[in-house]
C-alpha cells in the first residue's frame, strides 16, 4: 500500500472513533440531563403520537423555520434534504452486497449536489450580507459552511466535470474500510481533499453546532406532551423529596396518633 493510502487509512479509523465515542458521551449527557418543568411551544401537542408527529414535522420539513424566515428556510431545507439525498447515493461504496432496491432508484438522484451547494451558497450569503446575521455570526459558523461547501463542490467536481475518478477503486477502498481488507485509494488532489474534508467534519461533529442533529430529539420545547393539566408531573429530584416528606408527615401524624390514644 501506499503512503498516502496508509496515511487516509488510518485517519479514517481516529475520525471514526472520535465521532462514535464524542457523539456517544453527548447522547449520554443529554440523556441525563434532567428536564424539570414542562416547557412545550405552542400549538403544543397533547398526545405522545402527537410529539412523534411534531418532531417528524421539525425533522422533514423544518416547520418552525418555516414559520419564522422564509429565506433561511429555503436555502436551509434545500441544504439538508439535498445532503440527505447526496449521502444515500453515497451508500454504494460501503455497502457490501448488492445495494437494496430503495437505494438504487436513489442512485439517479446525483442532481441532488446542486440543492445541498446553492443551499450552502444561500446560507452563507446570509451569514455575509444581513446585518443582523452578521452580528452574531462567529467565524466557526463560516468555517463549517466552508468545510461543507469544499466537501460539496469538490464532490461535484468528480461527478460533473472530465476530473472523475475511480468509483471501482473507491468502492474497494471504502469497502475495505468496513471489512479490514486494506486497499489503495485514488490519489486524484480532488478526491483526496473531499475525503479529508469529510474527516475533519467527523471530527468536530461531536464538538460544534452540528449536534443539533442529536439535540432537536432531546430538545423540552419539541419532545414534550402537554398534559400538565391531566398528570402531575414531578421530576425525579423533587420526587425522592416528596417522598421523605411524606414519610416525615406519616411520622409525625404515626406520633400524634399513638399520644391520643
Ligand atoms: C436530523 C437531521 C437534521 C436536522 C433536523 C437539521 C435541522 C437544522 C435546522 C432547523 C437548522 C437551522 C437553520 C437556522 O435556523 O439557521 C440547521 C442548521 C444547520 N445544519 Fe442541520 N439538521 C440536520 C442534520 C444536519 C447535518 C447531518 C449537517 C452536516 C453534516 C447539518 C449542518 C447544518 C449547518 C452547517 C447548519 C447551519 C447553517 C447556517 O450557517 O445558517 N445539519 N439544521
Ligand atoms: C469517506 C466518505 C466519502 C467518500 C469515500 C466519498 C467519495 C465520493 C466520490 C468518489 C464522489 C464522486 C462520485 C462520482 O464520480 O460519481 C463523491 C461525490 C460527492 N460527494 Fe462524497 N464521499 C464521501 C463522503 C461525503 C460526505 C460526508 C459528503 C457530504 C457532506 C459528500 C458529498 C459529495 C457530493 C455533494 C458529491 C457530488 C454529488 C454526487 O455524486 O452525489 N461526500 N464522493
Known sequence: MS????????LFYISLIIFLVGMARKIYQYWITPAPLKIPTAPTP???TGVVMR???????????????KWTWLFGWLFHIGLALVLVRHLRYFWLDDLPEIFLFMQPF???????VIGLFG????????????YISAPSDY???VLLLTIGVSGMIMTFTSNHTDVIMVKEFASGLVTFNWVNLPTEVHFLLHVLMVFVLMVIFPISKLL????IFFSP???QVDDSRKKRHISPWALKQEQDHEMKLNQILGQDDSEGK
Do not use: C, D, W
Not at 503512503?3 to 488510518?10: G, K, R
Not at 446525483?110 to 445541498?116: G, I, R, T, V
Not at 443539533?212 to 439535540?215: A, L
Open 143 to 145: 468555517m463549517m459552511l
Open 110 to 116: 446525483k442532481y441532488a449536489a446542486f440543492a445541498m
Open 55 to 69: 418532531l417528524a414535522r421539525e425533522v422533514v420539513l423544518f416547520e418552525s423555520l418555516f414559520k419564522s424566515n
Open 46 to 48: 397533547l398526545t405522545q
Open 221 to 223: 420545547t419539541r419532545n
Open 212 to 215: 443539533h442533529v442529536p439535540g
Open 123 to 134: 446560507l452563507m450569503g446570509r451569514r455575509i450580507f444581513v446585518e443582523r446575521i452578521r
Open 3 to 10: 503512503v498516502v493510502s496508509i496515511f487516509f487509512t488510518a
